[in-house]
Each structure stands twice: as structure tokens, then as C-alpha cells.
């Protein structure tokens, strides 16, 4: 099993550039994530899925989007870049249930200059 | 204010040494998590607690769901141990974790 993977690793965007940052999952995990992690922060929601074709906002959703096509994947999309967003993404999924672990991907940097 | 502080925010330590790194939270929770973030930025899940206590290997980890309170405890540090460790809390009927800033780990050889 691979476990969560994202792509890519590194991106450099201009400001007002479009991109889509991919997450992909083989554990048939029905909830998956999205967060962003800034320098001296913890980690913030952005959105999560609990399945296919549910997507719900977090705490940080603005100057972003999400969809749900299938179990395995769950990409982001930045539709009008912004130094804001210069940040570590990470995407994460787990089994339903509060005591369940988050299964987390590498994570991709993400700079916007 | 943070909904989980942890502290410190960073430590250094000696080969061998007994850590501790402490969390605390403001929230009702059901579930507390410890994750431990490489020096790559890959993320692991420790444990999950929601009371008393749980060992694995040199880890310990404990709860106090009165005064909301938790702690990591190392043994027998190793230069391995070097990471950030990041406590999160699941609090009941939501689909979120709240996350501490973490706390940079140390260990000298």
C-alpha cells in the first residue's frame, strides 16, 4: 500500500496563477482532508470529505476549492494564487470515528511570489 | 488563544535523557492525538488517547481529562527522537482536529 500520496512535492506558482494540488489514497478511507501548515502554527482545515461526492468547509477554506469524484481522491484547487497561500499542504485520510488515526501524506511546499 | 497549546515550543536534549513535552487544551475533546512530524515533513500518527495512559516502546503518553492536560514522555532519548511532535484534539461530533504548534525536539549525541 502506498497510503496517502500527493503531488507534487514543490511549486512555485506566480501570483494569480490556477493550480491543483492532487491527493490519491489506497486504504479505502471514506474521510479525507486538507490542511495547510504555516511556519510556528499547527496545522488548519481547509476542507474534508466524509465520501464521495460530500465535501464540507474547515477553518480556513477561502481561495479554495475541493470535489470528491471518487474514494480515492480528493484534489485542491487554488483558482487565483496569492502570497497568502504560501504554505505546506498536507492531505490526510482516515476510517469515520474520533479515535481514528489520520493517515497523512508527504505534503507539498508550496510558494507563491 | 490557541484552543491547544503545547510547550515548550522547542528542546534540546542529551542522548539518553528523559523528555517530557507537555499539552494542554481549552476544549471538551473525545479523543487527544500525538503525531510526530519528521525532519522531511512526512507525519505519523503515536497514539490516540482519550484516557489514562498508553505505552509504546520508549514513548509514553498520558492524559488527564479533568484539568485537560496531557503529556508525551520520551525515555532514553536517541538522536532519532528528532522531530516535532504535534498534539491534536478531536472534539465529539466533529470531523476536525484542532492542532498545537508543535514542539521541535532536540537530541544531541
Known amino acids: 500500500n502506498a497510503g496517502v500520496t500527493q503531488t507534487p512535492k514543490f511549486r512555485i506558482l506566480k501570483i494569480g496563477q490556477s493550480m491543483t494540488l492532487q491527493c490519491t489514497q489506497d486504504m479505502n478511507h471514506n474521510y479525507m482532508y486538507w490542511y495547510r501548515q504555516d511556519p510556528g502554527m499547527g496545522l488548519k482545515l481547509i476542507y474534508y470529505?466524509?465520501?464521495?461526492?460530500?465535501?464540507d468547509k474547515g477553518e480556513v477554506p477561502n481561495g479554495y476549492n475541493v470535489s470528491r469524484s471518487t474514494t480515492e481522491d480528493f484534489p485542491l484547487r487554488l483558482e487565483l494564487a496569492a502570497p497568502s497561500q504560501t504554505s505546506v499542504y498536507f492531505c490526510?485520510?482516515?476510517?469515520?470515528?474520533?479515535?481514528?488515526?489520520?493517515?497523512f501524506g508527504d505534503g507539498t511546499r508550496l510558494s507563491i511570489l | 488563544k490557541n484552543e491547544v497549546e503545547q510547550s515548550p515550543q522547542n528542546l534540546t536534549a542529551q542522548e539518553g535523557e528523559f523528555i517530557t513535552i507537555n499539552c494542554s487544551y481549552s476544549?471538551?475533546?473525545?479523543?487527544l492525538h500525538w503525531l510526530q512530524q519528521h525532519p522531511g515533513g512526512g507525519i505519523v500518527s503515536l497514539f490516540m488517547?482519550?484516557?489514562g495512559k498508553k505505552k509504546h516502546g520508549r514513548l509514553i503518553a498520558t492524559i488527564n481529562i479533568q484539568e485537560k492536560h496531557s503529556s508525551l514522555h520520551i525515555t532514553a532519548s536517541h538522536p532519532r527522537d528528532s522531530a516535532v511532535y504535534i498534539c491534536a484534539v478531536r472534539s465529539g461530533g466533529n470531523n476536525d482536529m484542532r492542532f498545537g504548534a508543535g514542539t521541535r525536539l532536540t537530541v544531541k549525541p
Open positions: 490526510a485520510s482516515s476510517y469515520p470515528g474520533v479515535s481514528q488515526p489520520q493517515h
Open positions: 476544549v471538551g475533546i473525545s479523543a
Open positions: 488517547l482519550s484516557s
Open positions: 470529505s466524509v465520501g464521495a461526492g460530500i465535501t
